[in-house]
């Protein structure tokens, strides 16, 4: 998959990039991720890429001109039909099943605006999909873009390697997440139970002893009920 983002801050995107499984995913060949100053594409000697609202008020908009001309120069660099998004608090609000989504397309476009927002006719003419990551305020959409793509790219295939099957093989706890299975429905949707390493007393806080008793069959039920019991208590809306 290839990922370009477009962004005033492509040198705040790019070491995100780079790091953990990200980085991996780019040197092992599974994801290409492009980052795009939008400053490039800007047509007058200050490099202008916003202004003020006509009809008034507070902030600045982005401007058509060079998101525009930035897309149609980006979207040349590779034949691939890009999936164009555009990063707003107006979006969809991004969960597990638009990041599966999203994972399944050869490549994508994230846009992310700073300032009070994009000039409507940015919407209009590019028919981007809009994302939103929640409801709270950033200052600016790179940060959301950084979510998305983590989130695309741990799903491609290769990427996780044996932690992904070692998931899949344990009993359908949310790992935030519902493993593709091909079924038509996602598996059982919990929060995680949890989880000890060593050692195996720790300032005087004990590992639970089921958990060092062997027993697989007794410490899968354990994690079940603790699942089901923190789910219920945190996340009642998962157990819909
Ligand atoms: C005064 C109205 N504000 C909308 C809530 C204006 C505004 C605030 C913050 C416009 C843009 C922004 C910058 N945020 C993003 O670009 C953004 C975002 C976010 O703030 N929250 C959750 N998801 C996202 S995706 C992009």
Redesign the pocket.
């Known amino acids: 998959m290839r990922i370009d983002v477009l962004t005033l801050f492509p040198e705040a995107c790019e070491p995100f990039f780079a790091a953990s499984i990200l980085g991996r995913a780019q040197s092992g060949g599974n994801a290409t991720i492009v980052c795009h100053n939008l400053r490039d594409y800007a047509t007058d000697r200050h490099n202008t890429v916003d202004d003020r609202p006509f009809g008034g008020g507070p902030g600045m908009v982005m401007m058509c001109g060079p998101v525009f001309d930035a897309v149609d120069a980006i979207e040349k660099q590779d034949e691939r039909q890009a999936t164009r998004i555009l ?3 107006q ?1 969809r609000r991004l969960d597990q099943a638009v990041l599966e989504e999203l994972a399944g397309l050869p490549r994508l476009l994230l846009i992310a ?1 700073h300032y ?2 994009f000039d409507e006719r940015i919407r209009l003419g590019l028919a981007p999909r809009e ?4 409801d ?6 790179e940060a ?1 873009a950084m979510v998305v793509v983590d989130g695309v790219v741990r799903l491609l295939p290769g990427v996780l390697g044996d932690e992904q099957g070692a998931a899949e093989d344990s009993f359908s706890v949310f790992r935030g997440e519902s493993r593709k299975t091909g079924a038509a429905t996602p598996t059982e949707t919990l929060l995680e139970y949890p989880q000890y390493t060593r050692p195996r007393v720790y300032h005087g806080m004990e590992v639970p002893e089921i958990l060092l008793s062997g027993d697989h069959g007794k410490i899968a039920e354990w994690r079940r009920e603790q699942a089901r019991k923190r789910t219920a208590e945190r996340r009642p809306d998962l157990l819909r």
Do not use: M, N
Request: charged share 5%; no cysteine.
């Open positions: 990063l707003t608090p979006g605006g009070e927002g994302l939103s990551i929640g709270y305020v950033l200052s600016g959409g959301a």
